[in-house]
């Protein structure tokens, strides 16, 4: 069943994006503060596990390795008093280049961004500024077709029936379609594409000293509004070797905007990230995994490629809900609960995967630091950025840096981001629509979602 629950809470200045992962949506704005109300793993599935139960207040395994100095689980919850954040790893230099990159432009200082200089935090941006303006242009000049879908209303699945009924539009929040454009897993079995969502923010440095102690990397997908607050995290995060990524200014269901609301999502996104760091990201991630061909053609033309996580069916998908715990809505029992069967699905699949999970707030990052990436490395698995995940080199995920060899635009109508030999794109044998130009493919996990529009329907309600 569908809960319609969303909430909003306040974290010392940050914005609090949340909603249970099995709920829908009924908001995309927090009334309160100005703070968008939505979580990027508010999706309209549930956990990989199928379990309803993310609440619970017991393991239904025994942990086998854990780090040392991590925080009890009966201690990680919403309720928590706050501990106090680590210092960035290193302070990075203005002018100083990255060593990870071959021929990227030297560091900014951070010091110039100047939150004046770009919209309103939190809020979807108005699109009668120069900027949008150029965007809105050199979309209508990229030669991609932007569909002309209707934009869907909040209220998630339940509200946008006859939308979700609509296979042709390609809805993956609703029905899990993907196009051979987007990355929705790794090629190479037990490989895991490490990804976090929603940061910059106060405990990301906690995360950092973590994964740099281990020699991990991973891709954060970073929320435009977040980067202006903390430029050096970001800039920690990009020269410390992790790839740097798109998820929008505000952090809104993307498919409720108009085309020109989508552009100055991304726009600014992709503005803020180059100005900080000197490189412009070439992927992106929709928040709640609400995308649809309409906002992936404009994502495309804005030459970003959709980044999802792994899908086994229609209603399961490799999401730990660690967004949940904050805000009560999920238990940290519940989030290893969902990992343990993360782990099992990913030992079974033929591809590599990708799971979604925060650095947002104090509990998504001591869960993942004290449990879930200990449990990663005790496994077999091969930890890394998507873009290596995907057998490219680094360089590949900028603009500036990217010499576009063996990392084409998606634009270009050479894709070689999907599943497949490194390289190459995958034949899903799945033919196009109108829509789009780009073939529809079912899940490039064993379990295909070759599901009718009906039974997709009939499946979001289970």
Same mark, same amino acid.
């Given at each position: 069943?569908?809960?319609?629950?969303?909430?909003?809470?306040?974290?010392?200045? /940050?914005?609090?994006?949340?909603?249970?992962?099995?709920?829908?949506?009924?908001?995309?704005?927090?009334?309160?503060?100005?703070?968008?109300?939505?979580?990027?793993?508010? #999706?309209?599935?549930?956990? @990989?596990?199928?379990?309803?139960?993310?609440?619970?207040?017991?393991?239904?395994?025994?942990?086998?390795?854990?780090?040392?100095?991590?925080? +009890?689980?009966?201690?990680?919850?919403? =309720? &928590? #008093?706050?501990?106090?954040?680590?210092?960035?790893?290193?302070?990075?230099?203005?002018?100083?280049?990255?060593?990870?990159?071959?021929?990227?432009?030297? /560091?900014?200082? *951070?010091?110039?961004?100047?939150?004046?200089?770009?919209?309103?935090?939190?809020? !979807?941006? +108005?699109?009668?500024?120069?900027?949008?303006?150029?965007?809105?242009?050199?979309?209508?000049?990229?030669?991609?077709?932007?569909?002309?879908?209707?934009?869907?209303?909040?209220?998630?699945?339940?509200? =946008?029936?006859?939308?979700?009924?609509?296979?042709?539009?390609?809805?993956?929040?609703?029905?899990?379609? $993907?196009?051979?454009?987007? !990355?929705? &897993?790794?090629?190479?079995?037990?490989?895991?594409?490490?990804?976090?969502?929603?940061?910059?923010?106060?405990?990301? *440095?906690?995360?950092?000293?973590?994964?740099?102690? %281990?020699?991990?990397?991973?891709?954060?997908?970073?929320?435009?509004?977040?980067?202006?607050?903390? +430029?050096?995290? /970001?800039?920690?995060?990009?020269?410390?070797?992790?790839?740097?990524? $798109?998820?929008?200014?505000?952090?809104?269901?993307? #498919?409720?905007?108009?085309? &020109?609301? @989508?552009?100055?999502?991304?726009?600014?996104?992709?503005?803020?990230?180059?100005?900080?760091?000197?490189?412009?990201?070439?992927?992106?991630?929709? *928040?709640?995994?609400?995308?649809?061909?309409? $906002?992936?053609?404009?994502?495309?033309?804005?030459?970003?490629?959709?980044?999802?996580?792994?899908?086994?069916?229609?209603?399961?998908?490799?999401?730990?809900?660690?967004?949940?715990?904050?805000?009560?809505?999920?238990?940290?029992?519940? @989030?290893?609960?969902?990992?343990?069967?993360?782990?099992?699905?990913?030992?079974?699949?033929?591809?590599?995967?990708?799971?979604? &999970?925060?650095?947002?707030?104090?509990?998504?990052?001591?869960?993942?630091?004290?449990?879930?990436?200990?449990?990663?490395?005790?496994?077999?698995?091969?930890?890394?950025?998507?873009?290596?995940?995907? =057998?490219?080199?680094?360089?590949?995920?900028?603009?500036?840096? %990217?010499? %576009?060899?063996?990392?084409?635009?998606?634009?270009?109508?050479?894709?070689?981001?999907?599943?497949?030999?490194?390289?190459?794109?995958?034949? #899903?044998?799945?033919?196009?629509?109108?829509?789009?130009?780009?073939?529809?493919?079912?899940?490039?996990?064993?379990?295909?979602?070759?599901?009718?529009?009906?039974?997709?329907?009939?499946? /979001?309600?289970?």
């Amino acid at each position: 069943m569908f809960v319609g629950a969303i909430f909003a809470l306040s974290l010392t200045g /940050l914005p609090v994006y949340g909603q249970s992962s099995s709920a829908s949506s009924s908001s995309s704005s927090a009334a309160s503060s100005g703070a968008s109300a939505a979580s990027s793993g508010a #999706t309209s599935s549930a956990a @990989v596990s199928g379990s309803t139960n993310t609440e619970a207040t017991a393991l239904t395994f025994s942990l086998t390795v854990t780090n040392p100095t991590a925080v +009890p689980l009966a201690s990680i919850t919403a =309720n &928590e #008093t706050s501990l106090a954040t680590i210092p960035l790893p290193s302070t990075a230099t203005p002018g100083a280049t990255n060593t990870f990159l071959s021929g990227a432009p030297a /560091l900014p200082n *951070p010091t110039s961004i100047v939150s004046s200089n770009y919209p309103t935090l939190d809020k !979807v941006p +108005p699109t009668d500024s120069d900027e949008v303006q150029q965007w809105i242009a050199e979309v209508a000049a990229s030669g991609i077709n932007i569909p002309n879908i209707t934009q869907t209303v909040t209220g998630g699945c339940p509200a =946008n029936l006859a939308a979700a009924a609509d296979t042709s539009r390609c809805w993956w929040y609703c029905t899990g379609c $993907v196009r051979d454009t987007d !990355v929705q &897993e790794c090629p190479n079995k037990l490989t895991w594409g490490l990804t976090y969502d929603d940061g910059p923010s106060f405990y990301t *440095p906690n995360l950092l000293t973590y994964l740099t102690a %281990n020699d991990l990397n991973a891709t954060f997908f970073l929320v435009g509004s977040r980067c202006v607050q903390f +430029p050096a995290t /970001l800039q920690e995060e990009y020269m410390s070797g992790h790839q740097i990524a $798109v998820h929008t200014w505000s952090h809104p269901y993307l #498919t409720t905007l108009t085309n &020109e609301q @989508v552009i100055a999502e991304l726009g600014w996104t992709k503005k803020i990230i180059k100005d900080v760091t000197g490189v412009t990201p070439n992927m992106m991630r929709p *928040p709640y995994g609400d995308i649809d061909d309409r $906002v992936r053609n404009i994502s495309i033309a804005m030459g970003l490629t959709p980044v999802m996580w792994t899908r086994m069916n229609a209603t399961a998908t490799f999401d730990t809900d660690d967004f949940d715990v904050h805000g009560g809505l999920a238990s940290s029992y519940g @989030v290893l609960n969902n990992w343990e069967n993360i782990i099992t699905h990913a030992n079974e699949i033929d591809t590599g995967f990708i799971v979604l &999970e925060h650095d947002l707030f104090e509990e998504t990052v001591q869960l993942a630091t004290g449990y879930i990436l200990p449990s990663a490395m005790n496994q077999s698995f091969d930890i890394k950025p998507v873009i290596s995940c995907l =057998n490219k080199p680094m360089s590949d995920a900028y603009i500036e840096t %990217n010499d %576009n060899s063996t990392n084409p635009p998606a634009a270009s109508g050479v894709v070689t981001l999907s599943s497949g030999a490194p390289g190459s794109a995958s034949a #899903t044998g799945a033919a196009s629509d109108s829509n789009s130009g780009v073939g529809l493919k079912v899940s490039g996990t064993s379990t295909a979602l070759a599901l009718s529009s009906a039974f997709a329907l009939v499946a /979001l309600f289970l």
